[in-house]
C-alpha cells in the first residue's frame, strides 16, 4: 500500500512537470543593453524574481499571463503571453521610463545607428508570446487610418477650388508644412517623443492625420516608429 502511494506521488509530480512551460528572457534599457530589474508574474501562486543581470526564469503551466518588469531607476514594461503547451517561451523586454523621456534617455537612444528591437515574439521551441487585446488594437488602428486614407483620396478628387491648386498636390506645400510640423514637435523634445504627446503638441491634428504624415516621414526615412505597450515612441532619424 505504501508502495502504491509513493508511486502517484512521483506520477502526480511526473505529470506536472511534463506540462510545465519554461518563460524565459532579457531585460533591456533604451540602448538594448541588458539592465537588471523585477519580474513578476501573475501565475497562481504570484511568481516574482531578481534579474541581477538582466535575465529571468520562470516555470508556469498553460494559460495566459501577464508579465511586468521594473528597473531601479523606474522604467517598466508589461507584456501578455499566451502558453498553449509546455515548451520554453522567450520573452524579452524593452524597459522605458515613461515619465521622463529626457534629455538622458534622449541621448542614450539618439546614438543608436541602426538596427530594430530585440525579437519579443519567437519561443525557442516553435512557442508564440503575443497579446491578443494588442493584435486586436493595432488591426482597429490599421482599419481608422485606412478609412481615413480613403477618404482624403476621395476629397482630393473634387476639392474646393484651393486659392493655390499646389498647395494639395502629394509633395505639395501644405503636405510639406505638415511635416516640418512633426518634425519640430520632434526637435523640441530633443529627437524622441510619444504618438500620444505629438497627438497633444498638435492639438488641431486629428488622429487620422498624424498617423498619416508619420507613415509619409517613416518611408521617406525621416523618422522611426518602436512599438511601445499601446502606442508608439517616435525617434527622428
Given amino acids: 500500500m505504501r508502495q502504491l502511494f509513493v508511486a502517484l506521488v512521483l506520477l502526480t509530480a511526473f505529470s506536472a512537470a511534463a506540462s510545465a512551460a519554461v518563460v524565459e ?9 541588458p539592465v537588471a530589474g523585477v519580474v513578476e508574474v501573475n501565475s497562481t501562486p504570484v511568481q516574482k524574481v531578481v534579474a541581477a543581470n538582466g535575465s529571468y526564469r520562470f516555470e508556469v503551466g498553460p494559460g495566459t499571463y501577464l508579465l511586468s518588469a521594473t528597473s531601479r531607476e523606474n522604467a517598466s514594461a508589461s ?29 542614450s537612444l539618439g546614438e543608436l545607428s541602426g538596427g530594430g528591437l530585440p525579437d519579443l515574439g519567437e519561443g525557442v521551441d516553435g512557442g508564440s508570446a503575443f497579446s491578443v487585446p494588442l493584435a486586436l488594437l493595432g488591426v482597429a488602428l490599421a482599419a481608422i487610418v485606412l478609412g481615413a486614407y480613403y477618404r482624403l483620396r476621395g476629397r482630393k478628387k473634387h476639392p474646393p477650388q484651393p486659392a493655390d491648386a499646389k498647395a494639395t498636390e502629394p509633395g505639395g506645400a501644405l503636405e510639406l508644412e505638415e511635416e516640418r510640423d512633426v518634425l519640430n514637435a520632434l526637435d523640441a523634445s530633443s529627437g524622441l517623443i ?6 497633444k503638441a498638435l492639438p488641431h491634428w486629428s488622429e487620422a492625420r498624424v498617423s498619416l504624415v508619420l507613415t509619409s516621414l517613416e518611408a521617406a526615412g525621416k523618422l522611426k516608429k518602436i512599438k511601445k505597450g499601446r502606442g508608439n515612441i517616435i525617434r527622428k532619424a
Fill in 194 to 199: 510619444t504618438q500620444k504627446d505629438l497627438r
Fill in 25 to 33: 528572457g532579457t531585460l533591456y534599457d533604451y540602448a538594448f543593453s
Fill in 79 to 107: 507584456q501578455a503571453l499566451v502558453v498553449e503547451r509546455a515548451g520554453t517561451y522567450r520573452l524579452d523586454m524593452v524597459l522605458i521610463d515613461e515619465l521622463g523621456l529626457g534629455q538622458a534617455a534622449n541621448a
